[in-house]
């Protein structure tokens, strides 16, 4: 059966090598549409190279187009951009509807932020007179572990450019560069602060607490629901810090175990919700924030937040957030990185091997790290 995003892709793409190659030109450019319709995290870590494109092209619109719900969130991160959340990405009459909005937009440049089919279908079908990016038909969920090079219809590049096996926080970068657009490389931007607007109590005031996010988007990404358990039962114990776990709505069946078990825990909370600004402000509230290689992670290192990260599947240097405040523990074994699909070895995962007073340990040294003299 032919699949009908690669059969899409495969069409406009034939169209676009007829177009015409120009040099490109800044002062050409009156309106710019960025494409990044997967995660959490892809969206986080494309912004800090979107804000290094904006400053070369400061007289021109921008739209980023995002999954709906994340566009609340990348607004209030990226308030200089439009940014347009897109239902029903990951169909096709979501991508039909979605292509129409684009092309209504007049753009001059598309860019396909990572090798997403989404994205490059959307870029191709623009209607803009330069496409570039990750452009080629793409059947992985681990973009990181390949080798994807920067394309370009409609425009000539400066230099020929690749992202392949290196931070995710490379990958637009690695497009801007090779429109000889001059790239930060000091990793993460200054933390940013979320609005009055995003507040959230999850503790009583004054009474400072760990934030602990226990899901990813992959059980082989996931350290074991029970030694999160063991660690909120720790932090209070031998940090004097309450806790509060949040999760996603749906994700509340798989948190019932820890709902049960802390039940009468006055220390020990939990906070749920759709609305990503107001999870975004109970993190941005915390002491520190302990989670898998997932996307709230991201959003509290971009918040200036000390995290903890958990890694194993993919090995922190692939995916963490550069220079983030705290520590990524990670206990490299013969099958990571992998494809994250299933797990070779659930009976030693590589989660798994990562200890609670490990990451006890860790949790000390960034909170004890960040204390002021008044805190004692």
Request: proline fraction near 8%.
């Amino acid at each position: 059966m032919i699949d009908p995003i690669a059969f899409s892709i495969g069409v406009l793409r034939s169209r676009a090598r007829m177009e015409r190659a120009r040099e490109f030109r800044p002062q050409d450019v009156c309106a710019v549409g960025l494409f990044e319709l997967t995660r959490m995290g892809d969206v986080l870590s494309a912004l800090p190279a979107i804000k290094d494109l904006r400053r070369s092209l400061p007289e021109a619109r921008f739209h980023l187009f995002v999954a709906a719900q994340w566009a609340a969130l990348t607004a209030e991160l990226m308030p200089e951009v439009e940014i347009h959340g897109l239902d029903a990405s990951d169909s096709v009459p979501g991508l039909v509807r979605a292509s129409a909005l684009v092309r209504r937009l007049g753009l001059d440049l598309s860019i396909s932020l990572s090798p997403a089919n989404r994205n490059a279908l959307l870029c191709l079908s623009s209607g803009s007179r330069m496409k570039v990016g990750y452009l080629r038909y793409a059947n992985t969920l681990t973009p990181f572990l390949g080798n994807y090079p920067v394309e370009a219809f409609g425009l000539k590049l400066a230099r020929q450019a690749s992202y392949s096996q290196e931070n995710l926080y490379r990958r637009a970068a690695r497009i801007f560069e090779a429109l000889d657009v001059e790239i930060d490389d000091q990793g993460l931007p200054p933390p940013v602060r979320l609005g009055d607007s995003s507040r959230s109590a999850p503790a009583p005031p004054g009474r400072p607490y760990v934030v602990l996010h226990p899901f990813s988007g992959w059980e082989p990404r996931s350290w074991p629901l029970q030694s999160f358990a063991e660690l909120a039962e720790a932090i209070p114990r031998e940090l004097d810090m309450d806790v509060t776990f949040v999760y996603a709505p749906g994700e509340r069946s798989a948190t019932g175990p820890l709902l049960e078990r802390f039940d009468s825990t006055e220390s020990v909370r939990f906070f749920s919700s759709a609305d990503l600004l107001r999870v975004g402000g109970v993190i941005q509230g915390g002491a520190a924030f302990v989670g898998n290689d997932s996307g709230p992670l991201h959003l509290a290192a971009a918040l200036g937040v000390p995290v903890i990260g958990l890694y194993g599947a993919a090995p922190p240097e692939l995916t963490a957030p550069p220079e983030a405040r705290g520590s990524m523990l990670y206990h490299r074994v013969e099958c990571s990185p992998c494809d994250q699909r299933f797990c070779r070895m659930p009976e030693r995962s590589c989660m798994s091997r990562i200890g609670v007073r490990e990451v006890l340990e860790a949790l000390e040294v960034v909170v004890n790290s960040c204390k002021t003299p008044a805190d004692g």
